[in-house]
């Protein structure tokens, strides 16, 4: 699943998802931690472990560490259920 992080964002939470010029969707989401030393993408981590009910350890940076746009891997949980998962944040939008 991809991700776009807003650090230092004054809450953590899930704005919502949308698609890049290639069509390609992600999910939009910010957190409180600063972007210094791998805080924000801990905090990342676990705000998508409780979003998807599983526990942090399952929720990973597997691309993007330094990057704005990061490619999260979730354990256990199906393509399926991300994708409706991104799909949901797509309507409100």
């Known amino acids: 699943m991809r991700v776009r992080l807003t650090p230092s964002g004054g809450a953590d939470r899930i ?4 698609r890049d010029q290639n069509g390609l969707a992600y999910l ?6 600063a972007p210094e030393h791998g805080e ?9 472990a409780k979003a998807f009910g599983v526990a942090k350890s399952k929720v990973s940076v597997a691309r993007g560490a330094t ?3 990061k490619t999260i891997q979730i354990e256990g949980v199906s393509e399926a259920v991300i994708a ?5 944040f797509e309507e409100q939008a």
């Open 15 to 18: 704005d919502g998802a949308a």
């Open 28 to 33: 939009k989401a910010r957190v409180r931690a």
């Open 40 to 48: 924000a993408n801990i905090a990342l981590e676990a705000l998508l």
């Open 67 to 69: 990057s704005r746009i």
């Open 84 to 88: 409706a998962f991104l799909a949901q």
